[in-house]
């Protein structure tokens, strides 16, 4: 009874913007660690940025000073603001978190379906 939804996707230009976010809903005590991975055609899935449920940031070397990864506890979203594009950064972009939906229980990780970005003139 947990989702996310992942939405901000597209097609950008190369040195453009773009911004990412995700949703949980469902039944939902408390959400722990959330992140970003992304999964280019025939490549495997990969880090892009997570974020502790205090805030910290942290980022993969291929998009460090380029993203910045957020979160609103209180409405259980998550953003990802992505400068300077580049080609190499088109992928499916995915969310996931750790998200805790019975008293007493470990979280499960949830992922959301993805969304695209395609980083192209």
């Known amino acids: 009874q947990v989702q996310l939804v992942e939405s901000g996707g597209g097609l950008v230009q190369p040195g453009g913007s773009l911004r990412l976010s995700c949703a949980a809903s469902?039944?939902?005590?408390?959400?722990?660690?959330m992140g970003w991975y992304r999964q280019a055609p025939g490549k495997q899935r990969e880090l892009v940025a997570t974020i502790t449920a205090g805030g910290t940031p942290d980022y993969a070397d291929s998009v460090k000073g380029r993203a910045a990864i957020s979160r609103d506890n209180a409405k259980n979203t998550m953003s990802l603001q992505m400068n300077s594009l580049k080609p190499e950064d088109t992928a499916v972009y995915y969310c996931?978190?750790?998200?805790?939906?019975?008293?007493?229980?470990?979280?499960?990780?949830?992922w959301g379906q993805g969304t695209q970005v395609t980083v192209s003139s």
């Open positions: 469902g039944l939902i005590l408390s959400v722990s660690a």
């Open positions: 996931n978190a750790y998200i805790t939906s019975r008293w007493g229980a470990r979280p499960d990780l949830y």
